[in-house]
């Protein structure tokens, strides 16, 4: 117990020359272990065996940070912008709390944070180091976090009985404060223990309340579309693309589909058998117009691209798997990290028809005219008063169009009811969303003997400055493509305008100036990711020492000034004002140096008290020096104050005295 009175000693006594604080080694052991808990979760950074043996390397030198010195906050800056800019891509749109990476990022910092407390002078919580057990404790619980739970049952067993050492040694903890502790340790772990034991019951009671549920950014995007009863669909404002370049039409397409029964389109994206698309196929070197598109947000590997481009130009060397049958989608073989960047080429024609738009073959013809075998007869004889077979496709896409337009409203709510969705659409004219538009819209159309398929992905219409559009979650969006004798394949938009994104509330200026700094911390990121370790401790130290030399400066500067001459008949306006300010200054001197002067005890009783009373300040080797040239001051301002009415040489003296203290 003799070191664990030294360390408590030397906290009591900051002050003091060569007296430094260590962490108790229960907490130092419960510390290394979620230290390693942590880096065997996630090899992503491989600086914390560095921050353990920092940590060790407490225990075998005496130097420390001062407690009130910039040191400490140098080191966090140094440590944070590492720990900040070599964290991995997220996988997920949007900040998602409880993202495995952030989760771990998070336990980073606090493992930094622990390693700047042990080198202070003074540890943080008191002696037993309180606060650093709880920043070690959110270490293992960021650990913790991960689906390989199998090393953890051996970490935590460990980890807790340091834990319990630490808490039992601690002597800030007495009575009540212990108990409370030890008690909310045993519920915490009968709750893991519960958890764990039926984890298997409760992950089927959490799916069987979401299965009805369909995320909102998601809306038109599923691998396999179902219309349903839905009631409020809301989307996600979060960014998913950025476009670079007017891409000539706002449909930006992922997946088609051909197959209608029931409510349900396929074939199922999942079960489908894509193949390598060479470059030909994709007419990468074709000319014309680029547009950059930029996926900001994991989407399921999909490219998206303008039906009628020319040509595509993949991300980096990937190759590129498609669907040629079903006009795509093109997607890359495995999820790749975001931000990534593809190029779509545009010619400018209109009528142009690119690697999307592949001639009919007489298979896919039967299967874009094929009719669910319960169709109603009222929609047949819905779709022949809206067009006449004999008109031409185009007249009779637009007719279908309009009519939809102008005999349904636009609602996020919608219950089919029994039977066929698309059939209670259209006959009972309700009102509904996206997807009940371009389902019809294709029924109708096949009816008419025009080829059509349904097509989901964005509408991109948002402008975010010169040449550049983004793309939010709630720009999901789903249409139809016909093909049209003579021309090829074409849009349908049979949505009205009141439901097309476009016509959404505008996003709040508080969410774009959130995402115009992320995209300047995205930018500064990418580039120092580029960079060695090296280069960026380089860098973090060039910003630490630049701070510090001009804190440096500055202080020179007020101190130049402090000491600058004087006259003494302009400094203010009456001896008065003049004597409550150099008594202030007093004052604040008092205070600064952790003397403050009571309002019932002048001066010289006060400054004669600390020689005797054994306080830290009275203790310090340089006390005598300053109490007694606080005490010349004190005799310097009485002969000013009381003495010879306007004696300027006795103010001079005063004043001259307390600059010299204040140095």
Not at 528 to 553: E, K, N, T
Request: net charge positive.
């Amino acid at each position: 117990m003799a070191s664990e009175a030294a360390t408590r000693a030397s906290a009591a006594a900051p002050g003091q020359a060569g007296a430094v604080s260590r962490l108790p080694w229960p907490a130092a052991g419960a510390t290394l272990i979620a230290f390693a808990a942590l880096y065997v979760s996630d090899h992503s950074f491989p600086g914390l065996p560095l921050l353990a043996l920092a940590l060790a390397a407490t225990y075998a030198f005496d130097a420390r940070l001062e407690n009130r010195s910039w040191a400490p906050w140098a080191v966090r800056a140094v440590l944070f912008t590492v720990i900040t800019i070599r964290r991995p891509a997220m996988g997920l749109p949007g900040f998602w709390l409880f993202d495995p990476q952030y989760v771990y990022s998070f336990g980073q910092l606090c493992a930094a944070e622990i390693v700047v407390q042990c080198w202070r002078r003074r540890l943080v919580g008191g002696p037993g180091g309180l606060g650093v057990m709880l920043l070690s404790g959110l270490v293992f619980a960021s650990a913790a976090g991960t689906f390989e739970t199998g090393y953890i049952c051996w970490f935590a067993p460990a980890y807790f009985f340091c834990i319990a050492l630490a808490l039992g040694d601690a002597v800030a903890l007495k009575g009540r404060a212990l108990a409370a502790l030890l008690v909310a340790l045993a519920i915490g772990a009968a709750v893991s223990w519960s958890f764990w034991t039926y984890r298997a019951e409760l992950t089927y009671l959490f799916m069987e309340a979401l299965r009805t549920k369909r995320p909102g950014g998601l809306v038109g995007l599923s691998t396999a579309p179902r219309l349903e009863r839905t009631q409020g669909l809301q989307g996600s404002p979060d960014r998913v693309l950025r476009v670079r370049g007017a891409p000539g039409e706002p449909h930006l397409r992922a997946m088609a589909f051909d197959n209608y029964d029931r409510g349900r389109w396929g074939p199922d994206l999942m079960k489908r058998a894509p193949e390598m698309a060479p470059p030909p196929a994709l007419r990468q070197t074709a000319s014309g117009r680029r547009v950059r598109i930029t996926s900001l947000a994991g989407n399921d590997q999909m490219l998206f691209v303008p039906l009628h481009c020319a040509g595509l130009v993949p991300p980096g060397e990937v190759q590129l798997q498609w669907d040629p049958q079903f006009g795509g989608p093109i997607r890359t073989p495995q999820a790749l990290p975001c931000p990534y960047s593809y190029d779509a080429v545009l010619s400018g024609d209109a009528d142009h028809q690119g690697p999307l738009c592949t001639p009919l073959t007489a298979t896919q013809r039967a299967r874009c005219l094929a009719l669910p075998g319960n169709l109603d007869p009222k929609v047949r004889d819905l779709a022949l008063s809206i067009a006449s077979p004999s008109s031409s496709p185009r007249d009779r896409v637009r007719a279908v169009e309009d009519y939809l337009r102008a005999n349904h409203c636009y609602s996020l709510t919608m219950d089919p009811g029994p039977g066929d969705p698309v059939t209670s659409f259209l006959l009972g004219r309700k009102a509904a969303h996206c997807e009940y538009f371009a389902s019809a819209a294709v029924i109708l159309l096949r009816c008419l003997d025009v080829p059509t398929r349904y097509v989901t992905g964005y509408y991109a219409h948002e402008a975010a400055g010169s040449g550049i559009m983004v793309v939010r979650g709630r720009d999901a969006h789903a249409w139809a493509e016909a093909w049209v004798e003579g021309r090829g394949w074409v849009t349908v938009e049979a949505t009205p305008a009141g439901g097309l994104p476009s016509a959404f509330a505008p996003v709040p200026f508080y969410t774009r100036a959130w995402e115009w700094v992320a995209d300047i911390f995205a930018e500064i990121s990418d580039r120092l990711s580029a960079m060695g370790w090296l280069a960026i401790l380089g860098w973090s130290g060039g910003v630490v020492a630049a701070c510090f030399i001009a804190v440096r400066l500055w202080r020179k500067l007020r101190a130049w000034r402090r000491a600058a001459p004087r006259v003494a008949a302009h400094a203010y306006s009456s001896p008065r004002e003049e004597f409550a300010a150099i008594a202030a200054r007093f004052e604040n001197l008092l205070r600064r140096t952790g003397l403050p002067c009571p309002a019932q005890r002048t001066w010289q009783e006060h400054l004669a008290m600390p020689r005797a009373s054994g306080s830290p300040a009275a203790t310090d080797a340089a006390a005598p020096r300053v109490l007694e040239e606080a005490a010349e001051f004190v005799m310097q301002y009485n002969a000013a104050r009381f003495g010879t009415p306007d004696d300027s040489d006795a103010v001079a003296r005063a004043r001259a005295a307390l600059e010299s203290l204040e140095r």
